[in-house]
C-alpha cells in the first residue's frame, strides 16, 4: 500500500539499552504481547548474538506473538546473522535485520578501514541473511552524518545485494529536520532501484528532534518508522512512537494508514514503564500524567466550553478516561464550579463569588486543591465523604525486623482494624487493607495491583511524596493517587483512593 506507514517497535533492543531498563524473558514475553495488541507491524526482538539471554529471550518472543514481524538484529557478520537466522526457528513472520557504518567518522576510526571495505562488508551480509529469509533490513549507521552521494551509492548496491527495507538512522540525533528530510528525498530521487524497497527511518533525541526528523523522513517517503514507546533508549532516547503515531492522526493532511489501536497507547506506555522501572516525565506528550491536564484558568474556562479548544485529542484516544482540570491558583470560577458539581454541591453564583476569594487564599498556600479540601471550605465535610476513610496508619519496620503495619479505616462510618506483615511497610499496609476489605465483604475480590509508582515532589529527606496506583478489577481500571511527607502513608492515601472509585 502506497500509502501505509509501518511501524517497527525496538524498545525490547534499542529502547532496553537504556541503563537501568534490562527486563528477564517473561517481562520482554509481556511487553512482545502488548506491543503486538498495540498493533505495530515489526517487533526487534533483540540482539541475539550478545548474550544466551537475549537470543533465548528472543526465541520465546517468537513462540508467544503472531501477528507482527520478528526482526532480530545482527551486526554484518556471518556468525551475527547465523544467530539471528537460529533465533527466528518458531517465527511465523521472519526478517533479519543487519547493519554496518558508512559514515567517514565511523569507518575511519571505529572500523579503521575504507569506505569500498565496508561497503563490500554490508553486501556480503545481506546475501548471507538471504540465504536464510527472503526480508532483510539493513541500515547504513550513522546515516545522518554519511555523505549523501556516497550513501546513495550505499544504499543502491544493498538493494542490488538483496535488501528489502532500507533503514536511514540518524544514530547520534544529529541531523536538524530539514536536514533529515532532504536527505530521504534525495535517496528517493537517486537511487535507481529505490522503489523495490521501502524505506525506513530510525532517530535518535540528543537534539530532541527525533519526533521531527522521524516525520520529514515520513513526508518524504519513508515508510516505515522504528522508534520505542516513551522514547525509551540510549543516551537521551529514540523516536517516541506514541508521538508519531498521533502526529499521524491529528489531522495534518498527513493522510498515512496505521494499523495501531491508539486506545491502547497509554497501557502498553504504563506497562512499559513498570517494567524498566523508568518514569515517565510528566510533561511527556501523550502518555505523561500533565498531557491532559489543565491548570490555567482561561484553559480550564476554554475547556469546559469545549473541549477542542485546549485538546487537539481526546484522552480516550490514547487510553485515558478523562480530562483533568487540575485546581491551583490560576484556577478561574468556572472550574472550581465545575469541580463542585462534580462532587455534589450544587452552588450559586452568589455563593461561588464569595467562595471564591477563600479558594485562591487556600490554593496560594498549596499547590493542588483536592476534593477534601473543597469540601472544607463548603463548610459541609461531613455531608459528603468517601465510603472508605483512612482514620490510622502506623507501621514497624527497620533492620532485622518483619514489617508488621496496622491500618484503621472507617467505612461507611464503622471501624474496621487490622494487623498484618508484608515484604515491607507498604505491603504489611496494603496487606492490612485488603484484610479489611474482605472482612467488610466490600468486595467480592480484591483488585490486582497492575502498577505502583513514588514520585518525590521536590527534594530534600523532607520532601512530600507522590503516589500513583493502577487497580484492575473486572477488567477495568481504576486509578489512585496520595501524597505526604510519609511515604506509607501516601501509599496507603492512594490505595484507598483507587478503591473509593472502584467501590
Given at each position: 500500500m502506497k500509502n501505509k506507514v509501518y511501524i517497527f517497535d525496538t524498545t525490547l533492543r534499542d529502547g532496553e539499552q537504556a541503563p537501568g531498563c534490562q527486563l528477564n524473558t517473561v517481562e520482554k514475553i509481556e511487553v512482545a504481547k502488548a506491543l503486538e495488541a498495540l498493533g505495530v507491524d515489526v517487533v526487534e526482538p533483540g540482539f541475539p548474538i550478545s548474550s544466551k539471554g537475549d537470543f533465548d529471550s528472543v526465541v520465546e518472543i517468537t513462540k508467544a506473538i503472531s501477528k507482527p514481524v520478528i526482526s532480530p538484529l545482527a551486526r554484518a557478520i556471518k556468525g551475527d546473522i547465523d544467530c539471528?537466522?537460529?533465533?527466528?526457528?518458531?517465527a511465523k513472520r521472519k526478517r533479519i535485520h543487519t547493519f554496518i557504518s558508512s559514515s567517514d567518522i565511523h569507518i575511519k576510526y571505529v572500523f579503521k578501514s575504507t569506505r569500498e571495505e565496508i561497503l563490500q562488508r554490508a553486501i556480503d551480509a545481506v546475501?548471507?541473511?538471504?540465504?536464510?529469509?527472503?526480508?532483510?533490513?539493513?541500515?547504513?549507521?550513522?546515516?545522518?552524518?554519511?555523505?549523501?552521494?556516497?550513501?546513495?551509492?550505499?544504499?543502491e548496491k544493498v538493494i542490488e545485494a538483496g535488501a528489502t527495507v532500507i533503514n536511514i538512522p540518524d544514530t547520534t540525533g544529529y541531523c536538524m529536520p530539514w536536514e533529515f528530510g532532504e536527505k530521504i528525498k534525495y535517496l528517493v530521487n537517486n537511487v535507481k532501484n529505490i522503489d523495490k524497497v521501502t524505506i525506513a527511518v530510525h532517530c535518535h533525541n540528543d537534539l530532541g528532534l527525533a519526533t521531527a526528523n522521524a516525520l520529514a523522513g515520513v513526508v518524504n517517503g519513508a515508510r516505515q518508522v522504528e522508534g520505542t514507546i516513551n522514547g525509551v533508549g540510549e543516551r537521551a532516547g529514540n523516536t517516541a512512537l506514541e508521538e508519531v503515531i498521533m502526529a499521524i492522526k491529528t489531522n495534518h493532511g498527513l493522510e498515512y494508514d496505521l494499523g495501531i489501536n491508539t486506545k491502547k497507547i497509554y497501557p502498553t506506555s504504563r506497562l512499559i514503564s513498570r517494567l524498566m522501572k523508568m518514569p515517565v516525565q510528566a510533561n511527556k506528550a501523550i502518555v505523561g500524567a500533565n498531557a491532559f491536564a489543565h491548570a490555567s484558568g482561561i484553559h480550564q474556562d476554554g475547556m469546559l466550553k469545549n473541549k477542542q479548544a485546549f485538546e487537539i485529542m481526546q484522552p480516550?484516544?490514547?487510553?485515558?478516561?478523562?480530562?483533568?482540570?487540575?485546581l491551583g491558583a490560576r484556577s478561574g470560577r468556572a472550574a472550581l464550579k465545575h469541580r463542585l458539581e462534580q462532587i455534589g454541591f450544587e452552588i450559586s453564583k452568589e455563593q461561588l463569588d464569595a467562595l471564591y476569594p477563600k479558594f485562591l487564599e487556600l490554593a496560594d498556600n498549596k499547590k493542588e486543591v483536592n476534593d477534601e479540601d473543597l469540601q472544607m471550605l463548603m463548610g459541609r465535610e461531613g455531608d459528603i465523604k468517601q465510603k472508605i476513610q483512612i482514620d490510622l496508619v502506623e507501621v514497624v519496620c527497620g533492620y532485622p525486623l518483619k514489617p508488621m503495619a496496622s491500618v484503621k479505616l472507617k467505612i461507611d462510618g464503622t471501624e474496621h482494624i487490622a494487623s498484618m506483615t508484608g515484604n515491607g511497610p507498604v505491603d504489611a499496609s496494603y496487606n492490612c487493607v485488603n484484610q479489611i476489605i474482605n472482612d467488610a465483604h466490600l468486595l467480592k475480590k480484591i483488585p490486582v495491583l497492575k502498577e505502583f509508582l513514588i514520585q518525590a515532589v521536590t527534594k530534600g529527606s523532607d520532601d512530600i511524596s507522590r503516589v500513583n496506583v493502577q487497580l484492575e478489577h473486572a477488567k477495568k481500571m481504576y486509578y489512585g493517587f496520595g501524597s505526604d511527607t510519609d511515604i506509607v502513608v501516601a501509599a496507603v492515601r492512594a490505595y484507598v483512593d483507587g478503591l473509593n472509585k472502584l467501590v
Open positions: 539471528a537466522a537460529e533465533s527466528l526457528k518458531y546475501k548471507h541473511a538471504k540465504r536464510y529469509v527472503e526480508d532483510v533490513q539493513f541500515s547504513p549507521m550513522d546515516a545522518g552524518r554519511t555523505e549523501n552521494e556516497f550513501l546513495a551509492h550505499f544504499v480516550k484516544d490514547v487510553g485515558l478516561d478523562e480530562t483533568q482540570i487540575v
